[in-house]
Every structure is written in structure tokens, then in C-alpha cells.
């Protein structure tokens, strides 16, 4: 009963970082009506900006280095969408998406270059969890809870109750009638992309802090995070916030019957039972 308990606590706590990955991804979508496929490099830069703040010629503390760093990953985001995006705005989806992988591969690659494949951590010391009703948690797990429950009540305050917010839920509804009524449709697509690209960050960080950062961690979590997007409904941000809980738990409940090397292929396999059945998602043509 332990081990199930404990397989389930470790499945909320994948999902919550999924659903921090999924949320971002689907508000891009949601407001410029395509998957943007780079989105784990987003994820991927943000772990590695931190990594870069806190070790040679920096050497921040780290909780002091978390701010920079998402700050170059959010400067990073704006910087995908003024370069790659805005100019194939009015390009239909697959044209976007196909520029999505090239700057996918090139910041992957990018990344290599500086870095190098090693697999790298922050250098925290290894503690003993706490344990609770036969259930260990550490801190840094500790920590992915309330990261996850401060951003999604930041993500409802920003939508609920500022005007960017409501511009943004606008854009999304409809572009061209949130322009007629006077909406600044480019100031609400930077938004959205400053808020997606530090969900991004923020979900790279926790990553990174429970396990490990290496150049290949943004395309496997885009995969989950695409799939958790999928499940909730493509371009419904809280439908994401579930989709990537369901995730987490189905990867880390599986293994109790398959192997944990075979734990990612649950998210792969979801994605393409829910593809096959609705391709439409992504190329945006529906067949019926």
C-alpha cells in the first residue's frame, strides 16, 4: 500500500511540473492558434540559465539566481516570437510549425555547444526526505508544490483581474474583433509570451532541482507536456492544469506493472491514441 501511496505522490508531483510546461504551451496556442513546438527549449534554457547564474564567473546563491534567470528565459521567448514568429504570423500552421522545430533544434544544439551532453545538477547536497503517513518527500519536492500552486493562482489573478488578463482571454476568443473594439492585440501576444516562457522557466527549474538538467530534457517534457495539452483541450489553460496531474500520475502508477524505463512512453503513447483520433489539433484541417 506504501509503494502505491508513494508512486501516486510522485505522479502529483511530476504532474505538477508537466502542468506548469502544458499551461504555457497551451496559452501560446490559445492566443496565437499554433503548437509551438520550441517550447521545451524554453523549458531546457530556463534550467540552464540558472545553472549558468549560479557556477562560473557568477556564482550567485541560488534562490538569488532564480530571478535573472527567468528573466534572460522570458527575454529569450520574446526574442523566438520577434525573430521566428511575428514575421510568419499570417502563415498557415504548418509553415509555423516546421519553423518551430528548426529553432527547436537550434537552440537544443545551441545549448550543447555551451554546455556540452553531460548530464549537470545545482551541486545541492542530498538530504533525507521527510516522511509522512509512510510517504517521503524532500524539499526541493516540497518546494514543486507551492511553485506549482503559487503559479496557477498567478495565471487566475492575471486572467481574472488585471486588463492584460482579460485582453489576453479576448485575443484568444477572437483576434480580429478584440482589435475592432480597441484591444492592443500586440501587447497581449507579448504577454502571452512573457507568461509562457516563465511557466516554462519555473517548470525547467523545478526539474532540474529534483533530478537533472541536460540538453535533451526540453523535447522529452514537450512530449508530456504536448500530451497533458492534448487531454485538457488544446488552448484551455486549466484544462492543462489537469492534463498534466493525469499525466504524472498515469507515468508514475504505471510503474507498478511495467518497468520505470518504459515510464515516458505512457505520455508518448497518449498523445498518439488522442492524435489518431483528432489530427485536426495540429494541422488545424478537420476531416470528417
Known sequence: MEIVLQSAVNGILAGCIYALFAMG???????LNFVNFAHGELIMWG??????????????PLWVAVAPALLCTVCLGLLMDWAVFRPLRKAGRLTLLIAA?????????????????EVRTYGLEIS???????VSLTAQQMLIIAATVACVAGVYLLFFRTSVGKSMRAVSDNLDLARVVGINARRSIQAAWVVSAALAGIGGILLALDTNLHPEMGVINLVKAFAATLIGGVGNVWGALLGGLLIGLAENLSVLVISPGYKDAVAFAIMVGILLTRPYLVTGRRED
Do not use: H, K
Open 25 to 31: 504551451l497551451t496559452l501560446i496556442y490559445g492566443v
Open 101 to 117: 522545430m528548426g529553432l527547436s533544434f537550434f537552440l537544443r544544439n545551441a545549448a550543447q555547444f555551451f554546455w556540452g551532453a
Open 47 to 60: 534550467a540552464y540559465f540558472l545553472f549558468l547564474f549560479v557556477s562560473e564567473p557568477f556564482f550567485l
Open 128 to 134: 533525507r526526505g521527510f516522511r509522512f503517513l509512510g
